[in-house]
């Protein structure tokens, strides 16, 4: 699952750097593929499958996330 550090702070994290590494116009789906084929087998793959079923704005955001940690 995704940690609730992450999602609970996430506005705090998409004004570090690690954010601002991501350009600013990939594509959405892209990211959320991308973010949900490097989580899919992970333990977070279930959560991130209810945020990105029931809030899409928070789904891009944490796709960002989840790209900028594997420098992508």
Same mark, same amino acid.
């Given at each position: 699952m995704l940690s609730f550090n992450v999602i609970n702070n996430i506005d705090i994290l998409k *004004?570090?750097?690690g954010i601002q590494a991501v350009p600013e116009n990939l594509?959405?789906?892209f990211c959320i593929f991308? *973010?949900?084929t490097l989580l899919s087998n992970t333990r977070q793959y279930e959560r991130w499958k209810e945020i990105r079923q029931n809030d899409p704005s928070?789904?891009?955001r944490v796709a960002k996330?989840?790209?900028?940690r594997h420098d992508l």
């Amino acid at each position: 699952m995704l940690s609730f550090n992450v999602i609970n702070n996430i506005d705090i994290l998409k *004004t570090s750097q690690g954010i601002q590494a991501v350009p600013e116009n990939l594509n959405e789906k892209f990211c959320i593929f991308f *973010t949900d084929t490097l989580l899919s087998n992970t333990r977070q793959y279930e959560r991130w499958k209810e945020i990105r079923q029931n809030d899409p704005s928070l789904a891009m955001r944490v796709a960002k996330l989840v790209m900028a940690r594997h420098d992508l």
